[in-house]
């Protein structure tokens, strides 16, 4: 399973993109799952719900599983945020896992930029950032190295340059 990050500020687009990936890389023939990491305070269960009083009443893991899906809630309760490399043993295998956050973590990703978040580039300080991809044309990244520089517009093209940089072109 190859894994590939993408990475940015909050408000650059990164899940508008993955959004619009998804399509683009099924139609090919690319099994894909997505992983996203999230703000310390969220929560997919609701009160009143039975899943909710079992972890409420101090299960470590509740898994709730319907005809139409399965979900597994973990609590950490106390122990350290799980690790990307720990997490990814729960999914089921597929021809490219999309990674949204992690940004500190060290795997190869796409860094999404947007000029009017104000915010500096990523890619200079990190290097698994393979490339950016940017609504403005942003010159030379720097950080030691050559980088391309995607247009965010064009998802196609984002979707080509990941299916390459992956090496899962065969299956497009």
């Known amino acids: 399973m190859k894994l590939f990050g993408l990475a940015g500020w909050s408000g650059s687009g990164k899940t508008t993109l993955v959004v619009k990936l998804l399509p683009l890389l099924i139609r090919r023939g690319v099994r894909v799952s997505t992983m996203k990491h999230a703000h310390h305070g ?32 973990h609590e950490n309760r106390g122990m350290p945020e799980a690790r990307l490399e720990d997490l990814v043993r729960h999914m089921t295998p597929v021809d490219l896992l999309i990674v949204e ?28 950032i393979v490339a950016v991809a940017s609504d403005v044309p942003i010159g030379p990244i720097g950080g030691g190295r050559d980088r391309p520089n995607l247009d965010l517009n064009d998802v196609e093209g984002i979707a080509q340059f990941i299916l390459r940089h992956c090496q899962l072109e065969k299956a497009a």
């Open 42 to 73: 969220f929560d997919v269960d609701q009160r009143g719900k039975d899943s909710f009083a079992h972890r409420e009443a101090g299960a470590t893991e509740v898994l709730v599983s319907s005809a139409n899906r399965w979900a597994l809630m």
């Open 101 to 128: 956050g992690f940004k500190a973590h060290a795997h190869d990703k796409l860094e999404i930029y947007r000029h009017a978040n104000g915010k500096p580039l990523m890619a200079p300080g990190d290097p698994y």
